[in-house]
């Protein structure tokens, strides 16, 4: 049940159209014992044209990812590869893609899919390589989805050699990259810690 302000809010409806949708016997409100009006949800949602129970929800994510904004093009092919198989099984999808490195534990895509799987909203996973949900702990994300029924899909087995090669070179240097500025930190840190402990000579 929702009130005027809320329908305002979600539909976009002004309450004179409500009002008006009530006076033609389009739509009739329940009264609060305070005889306020409260509308529901899937009387406005049908008036519409858009009511719930006839849309579709995608419950079949495509997921593609990239390590660099070099390899973009890859990305648009990756995507239209998984989109033409998902059309070829008439499934309802949705496409989550994302550039990132594939040792990179807090990539927004793979967060958004999880929290979707989580909250039951996901049957199907589609991916190209393995390769392309994550480098590392590829098992424990599979083990993850298919404790909550989730089937993973993966659409070519084995990727192309000189793109696997590339990309591992690239999230190589990511780990070398991330490791060598936290010993860095930790050591200027120190640093600065020792020069104050000197100057302030306790």
């Not at 409500?18 to 033609?24: H, P, R, S, V």
């Not at 739509?27 to 409260?38: A, S, Y």
Request: hydrophobic share 35%; proline share 1%.
């Amino acid at each position: 049940m929702l009130s005027a302000q809320q329908i305002k809010e979600l539909f976009g409806i002004h309450r004179n159209t409500l009002l008006k949708w009530e006076k033609e016997g389009l739509l009739q409100p329940v009264r609060t014992p305070g005889g306020r009006r409260r509308y529901r949800k899937k009387d406005i949602e049908k008036l519409l044209g858009i009511c719930e129970e006839e849309i579709e929800k995608a419950d079949v994510i495509l997921y593609a990812r990239v390590s660099t904004k070099k390899q973009e093009e890859y990305l648009r092919n990756q995507i239209e590869r998984l989109e033409c198989f998902a059309r070829e099984k008439d499934w309802n999808y949705e496409v989550i893609s994302e550039i990132a490195s594939g040792v990179n534990e807090k990539r927004r895509g793979l967060k958004k899919f999880l929290n979707k799987v989580k909250r039951g909203e996901v049957k199907k996973v589609v991916i190209e390589y393995p390769d392309r949900l994550a480098r590392f702990g590829y098992e424990y994300l599979k083990f993850f989805l298919e404790s909550f029924g989730v089937e993973l899909v993966i659409v070519n087995g084995k990727e192309n050699e000189e793109d696997r090669h590339r990309e591992l070179a690239e999230d190589l240097i990511a780990i070398v990259t991330f490791f060598a500025a936290r010993v860095y930190g930790s050591r200027e840190g120190k640093k600065r810690n020792d020069n104050s402990f000197m100057q302030t000579g306790v």
